[in-house]
């Protein structure tokens, strides 16, 4: 079971930070907010990495944003510190949750909780296997994980790894990366309601395989670009799915010109940074999600997807993977360094023999399980656990760690 009983007696005053809110933070947020007097803080309206619009403050908590001249990042650390201390002094919460260890504002955010005694919670996206890891960092790791009281990560190899850090198993939780399931559900089924329309309105192809990611090189997409230019030169069906890449980034440039390279303009299609409302169109008229990356913490688009109704082909390199495909039943994973199994994969998908109709069922009855509904239940559970602790009595050794970490911040 994802979900947990909650037993209240008062509403708790939580306060909860990110970077920046985009909107599935929004969408976690509002689920959050019924169950707790909730302020939100975000370090930042702007940032360097994503382009969401910028989403107006909800009217169901209080949403706080520190710096909304430029990204957090070009701050200095004493104008950061000097901020967002001031607005937690008069918060005061009972509990606060932090984004993970590794960024100066979080380090801060914490440093207050254990100077305030004030119980704090991790939300982690991280796994053991993300990227190779190194002993001596590992013990870091370690000592800035023991200052929080508990944590929720996105699945089940995230809650492993906090708990190899050092956090016991039963102030662990899942379901920290969740999306507006609804949203996708709902506007992909419009979608599919009126599909010519949809597909003449924005120019799309009658089948086609969709990804959604950065253009950088994690996302891995030069290898399914070559897994799909496989794929088209085996296949003898003039029944042919498109590929369809939404984003942007640094590689865009090098992406369009491989493309074109293997004489593919009319079968590869790149059309740009799709905003939030606008998703659930691309999503409702493909036939399956393909997901490449070599790393990736989660994969927030998988949720997407399968909320959408597709059938989903998921790197297993990709932290969703374990908790979110079944194999055979609603996709597949791979390993995404071969793009012979990708190109195999997609003939299988593509074949008559595979019901995507019923894989795209099962992957709606799946993330269903997943949902922000269980992020909220799951959070308060680790704050009522973080709560009834003792004041946080830490060593030595952990405070010094956590100085030096933020001292080597800007």
């Known amino acids: 079971m994802l979900a947990y009983s909650i037993d209240m007696v008062y509403k708790m005053n939580f306060l909860i930070t990110f970077h920046r809110f985009g909107p599935y933070h929004h969408a976690r947020l509002n689920a959050l907010s019924t169950l ?52 937690l002094n008069k918060k005061s919460p009972d509990v606060i949750a932090i984004p993970g260890w590794s960024t100066l504002p979080a380090l801060l955010t914490l440093e207050w909780a254990v100077k305030n005694n004030t119980p704090a919670i991790v939300m982690s996206a991280s796994t053991e296997s993300d990227e190779t890891r190194k002993p001596w960092k590992e013990w870091i790791k370690t000592c800035i994980v023991k200052l929080f009281s508990a944590g929720i990560g996105g699945g089940s190899l995230h809650v492993d790894y906090l708990n190899k850090l050092g956090l016991p198993k039963n102030d662990l939780f899942i379901g920290y990366d969740t999306v507006d399931n609804e949203h996708f559900s709902r506007g992909s089924k419009k979608v599919k309601n009126d599909i010519k329309y949809y597909r003449e309105s924005y120019s799309l192809p009658s089948n086609y395989f969709i990804n959604s990611s950065r253009f950088v090189e994690k996302k891995n997409l030069f290898r399914l670009i070559d897994a799909y230019a496989k794929y088209k030169s085996t296949t003898d069906s003039l029944d042919f799915w498109h590929l369809v890449i939404l984003g ?83 996709g597949f994973t791979f390993d995404p360094y071969e793009t012979s199994c990708l190109t195999d994969l997609m003939l299988t998908i593509t074949s008559n023999g595979c019901d995507i109709e019923q894989m795209g069922n099962s992957s709606r009855r799946i993330i269903d399980q997943w949902s922000t509904d269980v992020f909220a239940k799951n959070i308060m559970m680790a704050a009522n656990n973080a709560a009834k602790k003792p004041p946080h009595s830490t060593s030595w050794l952990n405070n010094i760690i956590l100085w030096i970490l933020i001292m080597r911040g800007k």
């Not at 969401?52 to 706080?64: C, G, L, N, R, Y």
């Not at 940074?273 to 409702?284: D, S």
């Not at 989660?298 to 399968?306: I, T």
Request: hydrophobic share 40%; charged share 20%.
């Open 36 to 87: 707790c007097n909730l302020t939100a803080i975000e370090y930042t309206c702007v940032d360097n990495t994503y382009a969401w619009d910028i989403v107006p403050p909800a009217k169901s908590f209080e949403h706080i944003t520190l710096f909304s001249d430029k990204d957090i990042d070009l701050k200095s650390r004493d104008e950061i510190k000097s901020k967002l201390w001031a607005t």
């Open 248 to 330: 942007d980034g640094p590689l865009r440039n090098k992406l369009e010109n491989h493309v074109a390279n293997l004489g593919l303009n009319q079968f590869i299609h790149f059309p740009g940074f799709v905003q939030y409302p606008e998703l659930p169109i691309y999503y409702g008229a493909a036939n399956a999600y393909i997901q490449a990356s070599t790393t990736e913490q989660w994969g927030l688009v998988v949720n997407e997807a399968m909320a959408s109704g597709l059938p989903v082909l998921v790197s297993n390199k990709c932290g969703c993977a374990a908790d979110l495909v079944i194999e055979g039943v609603n």
